[in-house]
């Protein structure tokens, strides 16, 4: 079993729709998560932390789960720029030898 | 966006040749990275370096080296370029241990 995983997709959403998606992961101790945005041929770029309380970042909301593992990213009335592939990356290191995994990702496409 | 550059962007070489990737940071963080990213794998960590002089490996270490002498640069060695490290090749760096930010990759064609 992977240490994270993500459904990879393609999600294939009109625009102005509600899509969420979700990344499980397996290391209890975790204590950090993030989602990143990564355009084709581009680096990832950090979208946005998730906090245990549940974060909002205008069209986006991150939620945690620790008792399930797992963390969401909700986007509201998608925008055709938000077609990309969407990374959920979890820290497990408590020391200096960090321990960062990232998620294969999940593609989404917005279409007009 | 973060001063991380790479270099070169892209690369064609032949097996068995020994090539270097280099990142360099204007941002004078502690953390430095390196990343191999193939369809089905995601993102894979090569090598790390939580200083200068001090590295680590990652999952995926194996024909690679690493160094980095100043804290703004981070080089990456393939020894002996194979067909099976034709990647691309990020270079991320952190502040403190959690949150990265990358540099613009390499692409390395193995022939």
């Known amino acids: 079993r992977k240490e994270v995983e993500q459904d990879p997709g393609p999600f294939n959403v009109p625009e102005g729709a509600t899509v969420a998606f979700n990344c499980t992961y397996s290391?209890?101790?975790?204590?950090?998560f993030f989602w990143y945005r990564q355009d084709c041929r581009k680096e990832p770029k950090l979208l946005m932390s998730?906090?245990?309380s549940g974060n909002e970042d205008g069209r986006f909301t991150a939620q945690l789960n620790r008792a399930s593992q797992y963390i969401s990213l909700l986007i509201r009335d998608s925008k055709l720029s938000d077609s990309a592939t969407y990374l959920c990356?979890?820290?497990?290191?408590?020391?200096?030898?960090?321990?960062?995994?990232f998620g294969s990702g999940t593609r989404l496409s917005i279409r007009p | 966006d973060a001063g991380i550059t790479q270099s070169p962007r892209h690369k064609v070489t032949e097996t068995g040749t020994p090539v270097t990737l280099r990142c360099h940071q204007t941002e004078n963080h502690r953390y430095m990275y390196w990343y191999r990213q193939d369809p089905g794998h995601g993102l894979r960590l090569i090598h790390y370096?939580?200083?200068?002089?001090?590295?680590d490996k990652g999952e995926v270490s194996d024909g690679y080296s690493v160094s980095r002498s100043k804290t703004e640069d981070f080089l990456l060695t393939l020894e002996s370029a194979t067909s099976s490290q034709t990647s691309v090749y990020f270079c991320a760096i952190s502040g403190d241990r959690d949150i990265q930010y990358f540099g613009a990759g390499t692409r390395l064609s193995v022939l």
């Open positions: 998730v906090y245990s």
């Open positions: 990356v979890v820290n497990t290191g408590h020391s200096s030898a960090s321990k960062i995994i």
């Open positions: 370096s939580y200083g200068v002089k001090d590295t």
């Open positions: 290391n209890s101790a975790s204590q950090s």
